[in-house]
Nanobody, 114 residues
């Protein structure tokens, strides 16, 4: 079993930055992929970014050039650095990890508004 705890969500003005963190515990040695989805009201859950053990990354077109995903293996933590935030980035951001199954965090709210 893998447990995930997110942090870092907040209210931020358009153009601002935030860094989300996702700390993993439990059966972390078997994790192959970690990443972030987001869920906005009335919209489908969207894969935002992911990172695999070898370091390869994926980004949704909507965040390319603005968001950066990284992983600190020593701290068992994945980060999502979000720059140049837009109102359309407002959502609950959920961390996930893939080993034999998929584990989810509880989510952290990001609100981009003036």
């Amino acid at each position: 079993q893998v447990q995930l705890v997110e942090s870092g969500g907040s209210l931020v003005q358009p153009g601002g930055s935030l860094r989300l963190s996702c700390a993993a515990s439990g059966s972390i040695a078997s994790i192959n992929v970690m990443g972030w989805y987001r869920q906005a009201p009335g919209k489908q859950r969207e894969l935002v970014a992911s990172i695999v053990n070898g370091g390869s990354t994926y980004y949704a077109d909507s965040v390319k050039g603005r968001f950066t995903i990284s992983r600190d293996n020593a701290k068992n933590t994945v980060y999502l650095q979000m720059n140049s935030l837009k109102s359309e980035d407002t959502a609950v951001y959920l961390c996930y990890a893939v080993n034999q199954g998929v584990a989810w965090g509880q989510g952290t709210q990001v609100t981009v508004s003036s």
